[in-house]
Each structure stands twice: as structure tokens, then as C-alpha cells.
């Protein structure tokens, strides 16, 4: 069975998010709905979303729109026909009649339902039809959750599943995982279970809001959003009515029902608009004092709206077992939710799933966490684990391996894929070294580097990883959601309040001679991105030999956004690619005023294809669909140099002087105009400076080390300003860069 052609009925939220990853995968789909003026608007809405789920605004073409009505014979040209359409068992049984009316033979029909039982849904077709009929659940925004639930009963044709998953797992880039048609499926199940137990033991508990998404977040390996913020951004109107289906679809004796219960604060909420972020505000709240913004947190008890406090627990790296052993009542919190969400998880083995690991690998891929309840049980131990619990009756899973005491029961990782990933490599790698920002294996012939800080930020530690890496061909690559957000600017600042200046230049330098030996080592270097990969981060990959790239990062400089300009050699590499383009051989202008527009504007891309005309990356650069597969590509371009030479050392000439002046002229403009203020005149000028060469002209050459040094240089002095750090602890502080 091969998928060439899908038709997507139904062009809401997800099923307009279908269509455009079938487009990003070039794959060519029909959209219908029952106008089709609102299919035609859905595609105008793809192209212009923010995020972009298109990872090229050219791929709009390979969406073709229509109704229900006058279009509906292009089923019987698919090979895959998804519904998406609107929660309702009846409109849904009338579609269902026409599609199989319609299709052709051994096409593959499925829902993107997220609560309706497959056992419902085809409850009016044939036997025969029944075979190629499934549940394919995809989470939103679907371009970039990994996580994608093909969900099948005894009537499904297995093989013809097992297909459906490879195509969406090699083509669409999903992590698909199949389970059986159990209410909520897998990744709802556990996840929504999970976020009922953080907020019901938090009012048991007497704890703020804020204490309990600082415990429910970065510390459990759990998004930093906590589960009342969580709570905000779902709607808390929306996640009530999930919470009703759960009530309705489960039996009466299963754990859910108790923490699915209505809580009176929140029919409160409901009641008075307070729905979240779409509403007036809901566990949290911005309030304008002074003219000036604040956020405010509810009172569980009272209800009443304070200034919400920011909550720091001293846990920044995720260590379960020093989390509930505590001994305070974070500690205390931290161990009830988590024993719940252990003890709940296990006692749906096997009956949603026989493969307990699929539990974890679908609370990583549709909820961001960087473990599931079942990795959570092996970090904390077990004999630690059952000298702490009580009471797990009825559990077959617990009371096996309470029985046991198996500390190896985990077994192998990722079994839902046969693609050998990262996650599944690590457990027979050879840990060579590590330190706190990241971990050195070995396997087989090559060295392997993952950064392990907050958002992969770069500090002298993940320097130093890097460079004791080199003795072997090395791939730089992370399981975790982001390659790398640049530099760890906590680290700097940390330095800058006292005053050692010296200690931020000779990390800076060191961040040099680091990128200097991954670009010129004697082995290659190869970099696989996914996610944010900024600043620092792209400085890595820009100096490594090979590059295979996630469809799905957002790549850039963006130093000048915070008030410095890259030191890391950005600049250089930038201008570097750009002084090899035709127009820059002919005007030596050309390549440093094109990157100071690019570096200057902070501009970023958030895919492969838009970052090629920036020079980002190239087009010999790979470019991945399945996140899984970065690895194995990794490999392969090892496997394919291996009589690997390092590049010849690049050299600039510059025209100094009168090309500063030029870009000078440039940020008067902006400044006149209003686009920028007095720091952006210095930042800009500092930048001018490394890229036209400072003190040469067009009859010197300039090494690599002299735009380093200029680069260094710059770098400094803007730290040193107290403009600069003022830009930078905001941007700590709140996430968001200052305006200008």
C-alpha cells in the first residue's frame, strides 16, 4: 500500500493542520468542508499562521480546496481519506456513509477524534469496511507535536495499520504509536489524569498556584508552564468538558472519577468568564496598575486575586529522587503526584497498552515530558519506590514487580519505533564523560555529544564536552526539545555583577578556540538540530562539517536582540558563506552590509528551507521530516566521509573604514526613523566594526583569528554597558527581549 493522495475532510484547527503536514511531506491533499469559501479561507489561514505549520509558504500549492457536496468524487481517487470534522457521532456516521460509498478499494478511512471510541464511530459499517478503518489522532499544532495515536480494535486490518504507521512515522515525521480503543487513548489518558492529580493535591495540600507549578514543572521534567498555567492556556472551560467525557466514558470504580470530580472554584471561574487565557483570566490574571501590567494568582481557598509571587524551589535540574526526599512540603507534593501518576499509569497495563514504555514515549511526544510515569519509577528506584507507597491493589503491574524488585524492569526504550534513535543508543553506548551541562558516549566508532542545561543554554562545561569529543568523528545531537538556545546568559551575568570581566572574556574565548576545533578537527563534525537553535547554539552547527537538520527548528543570530552582537564566530561564518556568492565577488561590499541586515534585524527561520536563502544553512545541509531519524542520517554522513579532510582555513578581505561608515549611515536612518534607540546605535556600530574589519582595507588579509578577535573585542565592550545587562536581565527575568 503506498499513500499518494489524501483527502482531509474537515478543515478546522486540525484538520487544517493535517493537511499542511501532508504538504510539508509532499504529499498531495484535498481539503473539504461544507462551503467551500471555508475551506478556502482555512488554506488562507495555514498560509499565514504563526507559528508557521507550513515549513516553506510555497507548499500552500499542494493543498487543493473543495466541498462536500460538489467535490466529494475526489475520494475515490485517495488512498487516504482523514475526517476531522465537528465531535458529533451522528454528522460523523453521515460522512462515514458517503466515504464509503465513495472510496476505492483498500483505502484507508480514519478520525483525528480525540474522546469518541472507534468501536462508535464504525458501530454502522460492514464488516469489510470496518478493516480499513482506524482512529489516527493527531495533537495540535500538528507540525510540531511529534505524538500521533493510531488507534485500532479487533476489527482493523493490522497489517494495514502497521503500514499507516510507517508512512506517518518515515514520511509525516510523527512518532506513531498504536494502541487499543480505551477511553482518552494513551497521551489524553495520562496526561490529563496527571494534571487533575497536581491540581487536586495542591488545594489538599494548601499550596499556592505558583508553588504548584513550580513543582509541576521544570523539576519533574514537565513543561514550565505547571498545571495551572497549563490549566489557563487548554481553557479551563474546554478542560472541564474533558473531564465530563472522561466521567462518562470510564467505569465507575477506575481512579479517574475522583479527580475528575467538579471543583467549585472552578465552576466559579467558568461561570464569571474566568475560562483562561481566551477569557478574562483564569487561576492567573494581568491586571493594569499604574498603567503598568501585573500578574496576579487566585487564592485556592479564597478565591481573591493577589500579585502572583515568583517561586524558586533550588531545582533546576531534574532529580526525582531528591525532589520527593526533600522533606518539605515541595518534597511532600512532589511524591504524592508523582506515586498517583505511577500507580495509575501501571494499572492500565495491558489494557490500553501491552508495551508500558508506549506510556512514557507518548507523555515525551504529546506532552513534552522528559519522562514518562514508568522512567519516573525507574529514577526514583524501586526498592525506594515500595518502601515509600502504600496500597496498590488490583495492580497486577505493581504487585509483580513488588514481588520482583527488578531494578532493571524497564527493558529497552522507544519500542514503538525501529528506527535506532539516540534514546535507544544511549543505554549501549559507553559513557565516556559528562559533566553538568553535558554528556560525552561513545558507540561503536564515534563520539556523541548532548548538551543537558535548561533549554540546552551553552556554558565553559558544554565547551569543554565538546572539545574532549574530538578525539573521535562526533555527532552533537539532544532527545530533548531544543539543540541548543544559545549561550547560558545567567552564566555571564553571574560574572558581570561582580565586576570579572575577565572570566566572561576568557569563557568567550574559549567558546572560539571550542568552534575553532570543531570546524578544523582531524575527525568530522556533525550537528543535528531540532528546535531552537539560536545564538551560541547556531554558532556550533555553522563550524561544524555537516549539518542534518530537523524540519522543525528556528535557527538564527539574535545577540543583537539582547544588546551584543555574536562572539562565538558567527559573524565570520556568516560572512564567510556570503563572500562566496557571485554578487559579492564583484563588490566586496556585497557580503558584510547583506549580514549586518541579517544579523542586525536578529532575523531567525523556522525551517531548512527558510533558512537556506539567509545562509543559515545550506543546501547540501540534510534535511529531516522524522526527528527519529536524525541520528541514523547522522551516521550515515559519517559512513560517507569517512576519508574525511578538514576544510581549508577562510580568509577575508574587507574594506574597514569606508564600509563601516556605509553601515553607520544605515543605523542613522533607523535611528531618525525611530526604529531604533541610542544602545541600538551603539550595538549596531559594534557590529559595523567586526564585519567591515575594523582597522584594514581591501589590501589586507584577514585571518579567521582576526575576526574573532574582533568579535571578542565588540562583544566586551557591550557587556561592560549597563544597557546591555539591563536587556539581558530583563530578558532573564521576563522571557521577552526589551522593545528597541
Known amino acids: 500500500m503506498e499513500i499518494n493522495s489524501v483527502v482531509v475532510i474537515g478543515s478546522g484547527t486540525m484538520g487544517s493542520g493535517i493537511a499542511a503536514q501532508l504538504c510539508n511531506a509532499n504529499i498531495p491533499v484535498t481539503l473539504l468542508d461544507l462551503k467551500t469559501e471555508i475551506s478556502q479561507k482555512a488554506k488562507e489561514r495555514i498560509e499565514k499562521s504563526r507559528p508557521p505549520l507550513l515549513i516553506d509558504k510555497s507548499k500552500i500549492d499542494g493543498i487543493k480546496v473543495g466541498n462536500i457536496n460538489d467535490d466529494f468524487n475526489i475520494v475515490s481517487e485517495a488512498d487516504w481519506i482523514v475526517e476531522a470534522v465537528v465531535e458529533r457521532i451522528d454528522i460523523k456516521h453521515d460522512i462515514y456513509d458517503k466515504i464509503f460509498k465513495q472510496r476505492k478499494k483498500g483505502s484507508i478511512v480514519s478520525s483525528n477524534t480525540s474522546s469518541i471510541p472507534i468501536s462508535v464511530l464504525s458501530e454502522k459499517l460492514t464488516e469489510e469496511d470496518k478493516k480499513d478503518f482506524c482512529i489516527t489522532h493527531f495533537f495540535n499544532p500538528v507540525r510540531y507535536m511529534d505524538l500521533l495515536e493510531i488507534v485500532k480494535n479487533e476489527n482493523t486490518d493490522l497489517d494495514k495499520i502497521q503500514k499507516l504507521k510507517l508512512f506517518c512515522e518515515e514520511d509525516l515525521g510523527k512518532g506513531a504509536i498504536v494502541c487499543n480503543d480505551t477511553p482518552g487513548f494513551l497521551g489524553n489518558r495520562i496526561g490529563v489524569y496527571a494534571m487533575q492529580i497536581a491540581m487536586t493535591e495542591a488545594f489538599k495540600m494548601k499550596l499556592t498556584i505558583e508553588e504548584a507549578d513550580a513543582v509541576f514543572g521544570r523539576p519533574m521534567g514537565i513543561p514550565k508552564t505547571g498545571v495551572f498555567g497549563l490549566y489557563d492556556l487548554i481553557g479551563i472551560d474546554l478542560m472541564s468538558d474533558v473531564l465530563k467525557s472522561f466521567i462518562k466514558e470510564l467505569p465507575e470504580n477506575d481512579n479517574f472519577q475522583e479527580v475528575a470530580k467538579e471543583i467549585p472554584l472552578i465552576r466559579k471561574l467558568i461561570d ?5 487565557r481566551k477569557g478574562k483570566g483564569g487561576f492567573y490574571r494581568m491586571s493594569k496598575v499604574d498603567n503598568t501590567k501585573i500578574l496576579e494568582a487566585i487564592n485556592l481557598e479564597t478565591g481573591e486575586y493577589s500579585p502572583s509571587q515568583k517561586i524558586d524551589i533550588k531545582s533546576e535540574k531534574v532529580d526525582l529522587l531528591k525532589l520527593i526526599n526533600r522533606g518539605d512540603k515541595y518534597g511532600d507534593y512532589a511524591w504524592s503526584v508523582i506515586s498517583k501518576i505511577i500507580k495509575y499509569a501501571s494499572s492500565l497495563v495491558p489494557g490500553i497498552t501491552d508495551k508500558f514504555n508506549d506510556i512514557d514515549e507518548a507523555m515525551r511526544l504529546g506532552f513534552n515530558w522528559s519522562r514518562g510515569p514508568f522512567e519516573m519509577l525507574k529514577e526514583i528506584g524501586v526498592s525506594n519506590f515500595f518502601e515509600k507507597i502504600d496500597g496498590f491493589e488490583n495492580n497486577k503491574f505493581l504487585e509483580e514487580l513488588s514481588k520482583s524488585k527488578n531494578e532493571d524492569f524497564y527493558g529497552e526504550r522507544q519500542k514503538y519505533t525501529e528506527i535506532e534513535t539516540l534514546g535507544k543508543i544511549k543505554p549501549k553506548a559507553i559513557r ?72 566572561i572574556e576568557k569563557f568567550v574565548k574559549y567558546f572560539q578556540d571550542t568552534c575553532k576545533e570543531l570546524k578544523y578537527s582531524k575527525y568530522p563534525v556533525v ?74 534585524y536578529g532575523k531567525t ?136
Open 605 to 740: 527561520a523556522t525551517s531548512p528551507i527558510e533558512a537556506e536563502p539567509l545562509k543559515y544553512l545550506l543546501p547540501e545541509n540534510k534535511k529531516i521530516m522524522s526527528r527519529n531519524s536524525l541520528l541514523n542520517v547522522s551516521r550515515s554522513i559519517l559512513e560517507e566521509n569517512k576519508d574525511f579532510t578538514p576544510p581549508t582555513e577562510a580568509s577575508f578581505k574587507l574594506a574597514g573604514k569606508p564600509l563601516k561608515e556605509k553601515m553607520v549611515k544605515l543605523l542613522e536612518k533607523l535611528y531618525n526613523d525611530k526604529v531604533i534607540l541610542d544602545h541600538g546605535i551603539v550595538v549596531g556600530t559594534e557590529l559595523a566594526n567586526v564585519l567591515s574589519g575594523g582597522d584594514t582595507n581591501l589590501d589586507k588579509t584577514l585571518s579567521e583569528d582576526d575576526l574573532y578577535k574582533l568579535e571578542l573585542d565588540s562583544f566586551m565592550r557591550l557587556i561592560e554597558t549597563k544597557q546591555t545587562q539591563d536587556r539581558i536581565k530583563h530578558t532573564l527575568s521576563t522571557g521577552k527581549p526589551l522593545v528597541n
Open 272 to 276: 464569571t468568564g474566568y475560562t483562561g
Open 432 to 503: 565516556l564523560d559528562g559533566n553538568n551541562s553535558a554528556e560525552i558516549y561513545r558507540f561503536n566508532d564515534f563520539n556523541i555529544v548532548e548538551f543537558t542545561t535548561k533549554a540546552n543554554a551553552l556554558d565553559y562545561d558544554s565547551m569543554d564536552a565538546l572539545k574532549k569529543a574530538t578525539d573521535k568523528p562526533l555527532i552533537i545531537i539532544n532527545e530533548s526539545m531544543q539543540f541548543s538556545a544559545g549561550v547560558n546568559l545567567t552564566y555571564a551575568m553571574n560574572f558581570a555583577e561582580k565586576g570579572d570581566y575577565s572570566s
Open 527 to 600: 550537528s543535528a538540530p531540532s528546535g531552537l537553535t539560536l545564538g551560541g547554539g547556531f554558532e556550533v552547527l555553522v563550524q561544524s562539517n555537516f549539518v542534518a537538520s530537523h524540519t522543525n527548528i528556528v535557527v538564527g543570530l539574535v545577540e543583537t536582540i539582547v544588546g551584543l552582537v555574536p562572539a562565538g564566530g558567527g559573524c565570520k561564518e556568516m560572512l564567510w558563506r556570503w563572500s562566496q556568492t557571485d554578487e559579492a565577488k564583484n563588490d566586496p561590499d556585497y557580503a558584510p552590509l547583506k549580514v549586518f541586515d541579517i544579523i542586525g
